[in-house]
């Protein structure tokens, strides 16, 4: 019992700082193009110009 009162503090600042680092994300626009990654494994690249 003596032990939550260290875990409940570090549980919430470990959440809070989850929360902070994905607000961090949306902001710097992490998750524009969700798509572009997935089609440019798809492009070889011979057809830009050499």
Do not use: C, T
């Not at 949306?26 to 494994?41: H, V």
Request: without cysteine.
């Amino acid at each position: 019992m003596n032990m939550l009162i260290y875990l409940i503090p570090v549980a919430l600042f470990l959440g809070g700082l989850g929360l902070v680092a994905f607000l961090w994300s949306l902001k710097n626009g992490q998750y524009e193009d969700l798509d572009g990654a997935a089609w440019r494994i798809m492009d070889d690249g011979e057809d830009r110009p050499r």
